[in-house]
């Protein structure tokens, strides 16, 4: 039987304050967590963009669920669609300027925030949750 003191209840207590103080740094961007997210993985994909389907399992959403965060954002103009060269089936998703623009602006929030969460912890514990992360992972 679970308790409120359980590990897991911890755990997802904990990322709720994360996610809570990461969004709260984004609003100022217009962006939400996930939002930032998907900036995160179209600037650090090797060949500039990804399939949506590849990016949907990089951010955590389904398919019609990154596909409902990717609407807006294009819409806004932070992302564009396009086919895929080789697969006319996949769509690919890249950032725009703008969208590499407000990435870069968010990133120093999302630094700032990162830094008031974790620190408090040293090398040593950083370390460690890393490694409980992966293992849940």
Do not use: C, W
Request: charged content about 25%; aromatic content about 2%.
């Amino acid at each position: 039987m679970s308790s409120p003191d359980h590990p897991l209840i911890g755990l997802m207590r904990a990322a709720g304050h994360v996610e809570g103080q990461l969004g709260r740094a984004l609003v100022a961007h217009g962006l939400g967590l996930t939002e930032y997210l998907v900036l995160l993985h179209l600037r650090h994909s090797p060949s500039g963009n990804l399939r949506r389907i590849d990016l949907a399992g990089k951010v955590g959403l389904t398919a019609s669920g990154v596909t409902r965060v990717l609407n807006p954002m294009e819409k806004i103009g932070l992302v564009s669609k396009e086919v895929s060269a080789r697969d006319a089936r996949a769509s690919l998703v890249a950032l725009t300027a703008a969208g590499k623009r407000t990435f870069e602006e968010a990133s120093n929030s999302f630094a700032a925030a990162s830094e008031n969460i974790l620190g408090r912890f040293d090398d040593k514990d950083r370390t460690a949750l890393k490694t409980v992360i992966s293992r849940l992972t």
